[in-house]
């Protein structure tokens, strides 16, 4: 190879399945979806304006710029939902009763057993429709643990909130014994 000479650069040709990378999009849960997807861009338009390419073109090579926005617009709106959705449960773990939050917890934990059942069951599917399940089955099991996580942190905050507010009157009380 000689110094001075630069080597060409592959261009990178994006497909359809380039928008398979990383997590799919998280599941929005029923209960808290209209809090959770105030303000944020679904990227709807991107979509069909890749959609509208790949009828007209027929193939992926010709809707390069169409690819890139969508799967840019898509990274990011799903950060958002997934730092809005694990908000919303370690709130909902703080402010709900105690007991439905315990029970929420309890059906969090079920559908994460459920989703790691589910993911050794379609190891054994071959091809590309068993990555395709893989794949959607991963991302749904990590959102559901990290909402897990959150809500148990919601229910550690409120615990320890609940025995500052116990031991505060007390110590209020013993002062004002002492005046």
């Known amino acids: ?4 000479k630069e080597e060409p650069m592959e261009e990178t040709v994006l497909v359809g399945d380039d928008l398979m990378l990383g997590l799919p999009s998280p599941l929005v849960p029923p209960d808290i979806a209209s809090h959770v997807l105030e303000g944020v861009d679904l990227c ?3 979509l069909k304006k890749l959609f509208l390419c ?18 840019q617009c ?3 709106r799903d950060k958002k939902l997934r730092q809005r959705i694990e908000e919303s449960e370690r709130k909902l773990g703080q ?15 079920s559908e994460v057993t ?3 059942r589910r993911l050794v069951l379609a190891s054994g599917i071959e091809g590309m429709e068993g990555f ?10 990590q959102d559901m643990k990290k909402r897990l996580e959150a809500l148990e942190q919601g229910l550690e905050k409120r615990t320890s909130v609940e025995e500052r507010n116990i031991q505060e009157p007390l ?8 005046q």
């Open 171 to 178: 110590s209020k009380k013993m002062w004002r014994f002492w």
């Open 44 to 46: 709807d338009g991107l």
């Open 114 to 116: 459920l989703l790691e």
């Open 132 to 141: 395709r399940q893989r794949w959607s089955l991963h991302g749904r099991l």
């Open 1 to 4: 190879m000689d110094v001075g």
């Open 54 to 71: 790949l009828q007209i073109n027929d193939i992926e090579p010709f809707c390069q710029d169409e690819i890139a926005l969508y799967r």
């Open 95 to 109: 402010l709900m009763p105690e007991k439905d939050a315990k029970e929420r917890a309890t059906q969090l934990q």
């Open 74 to 76: 898509a990274e990011n």
